[in-house]
Structure formats: C-alpha cells, structure tokens
C-alpha cells in the first residue's frame, strides 16, 4: 500500500465494488422485488434440507467460536447452509432475512421448534435484542452501508460475532485468458480484506482464517462448458478457441461427462465485541429502524 490503512476509505470501496463494470448499480442489489423473485425461484428448486458441498467445513470452523447452549442470531440464511447445524448446537437461534421465500422455505422445518425465531426484515431494518453470536455467510453482497452492518454486529453479538466470505481466486483459465490472450475480465470487486479492514479502522481487531476448498463444476458437453466458462470475459467480442485452449489444462472427463475443478477459499473473519465510545447499542441501532415482522 502506497498510502496508510487509516486513510483508506475501505467502506467508499466496498460501495464501488457494487457498482458493475459500466459504473452502474445493479438492479438486483436496488430492487426489493426482483431480489424476492431470486430467492422464490431459488427455493423451488432445493430438495430436502439441500446444503452445498463446501458449507460443513465453513461451519466446523465457525463452530469453535460457539459455546454451548448459546443464543444465535443468523443473518440471511438462505436455503440454510449452515442454519440446520447451528439449529442444534445452540439453544435459541434467530433467524433474520429480507426474502419471505427463504423464510417460508426454511419454517417447514421448524414448526415444532420454539427455540427458532424467524424475522422477515433486512438486517440494516430488524430491530433485535442481543445474542451471545451473530453469524452471517455470504450474505452481505446488497449491504451498502457496511460499516453500520459490522458496528450493529458488534453491538448484538454478546460474546462473539462471526462473518464468513468465500472468496477467489478467480477460476484459473481467466488468467490464462487474461495474461496469454489479453482479454479483460470481470475479476472480483469486494472481497473479505475490505471486511477485515473496515472492522480495522473502526476499532476492532478481528481474527481471521482462510479455509482452502475445492469446487467442482459438471457440464453435459462441451459446448455447455464453454457457455459457462466464458461469461466473465468484459470484452464485447472473443474467439472461442481460445476459451477452448484455455480450459485444456483444467478440465477432464469423468463416467461421461467434463469436470472442472478449482481452488477457492473462505475466510472466517470473528472477534469479541467490543465497547465503541459514543455508540449505544439499542437507540442508535434502531433510531431509524422498520418494524419487523415475525412468522
């Protein structure tokens, strides 16, 4: 760095990187409905407590910083990649999610449980009493003011506030795209470093832990390949064979079908909340705050 993390607006960041390459906002990050259609669409979809592959070893990493018979709060859910653990390794767990298609989704699951609550509401809006953990994984990619995101984490998170982030790098053959062939790619714009370096410039001092993990992608053919693995590519016009060259080194065919496979990680950023002078955890939080709505 050229210049002092204290003078780096690492939040002014984190909202340009909302922005796509054009320099405008996305519509999905705007708009609360096309966002609900998202998530009805993706409910439909999911089999019976479906988790993905890589979420049990995030979790196993989360877990040690949860003590037993603790009260949770879960920010955005989803379809529960790691909401049906903590349901039993903690006491009370809270719910909180903007879409009424995951919390629908996920209350078939817990009609009997009086230990779950589910808040339907944005974390930025839910009006909550504090918890011993607050945990959320992935679920930060339409928060904007993300500086107030970790100080309210911080403030309802009793003993331990927990963020998880898959990050890169990049599937690999983009680089070769990149570096061999010239073309300009849609590489990553917010990432865990600006989270740890927010917390940083606010006071708290998180840990962090970086978890290596494989994904795996299967395609019928190689044309579904290449349509695929060829959608980060910002240039306008490409030629195909060098997608085609690119992949080569990557990719193998498996009872049938082609396979890719490449590294990606995630990091478990945590810390114990701290006591940040001049700033009161219930009015000050909830100043501006929407009534939420409990199902």
Known sequence: ???SPLTINFEKQWKEGMHD????????MINDKLEEAFWAQSMQKKTYKQTDAHAKQIYEKMKRHIPAKASCIEIGPGWGNYTFSLQEDVEKLTLVDGSES???YLKQYFVDDEGV???HA???DAILEPHDIVVGVNCYYRMYEMNETLLKMNALAKKRAIIGLTTGPIQPHYEVLHQKYGYKIKYPRRDYIQIVNMLYQLGIYADCEMLKLERTYRY?????LYAAQSKKILDSQFDIAHVKASLVPFIKEIQGKIEYRHTFYAAIISWEPVKLGGYDDNLELNKHAASSAYL
């Not at 019928?220 to 579904?224: G, I, K, P, W």
């Open 220 to 224: 019928e053919n190689e044309e579904a």
């Open 102 to 104: 995951v919390l629908h």
């Open 1 to 3: 760095m050229k210049e």
């Open 117 to 119: 609550q589910l808040v």
């Open 21 to 28: 390459w054009h320099g405008m906002m996305p519509e999905r």
């Open 122 to 124: 944005k974390w930025e």
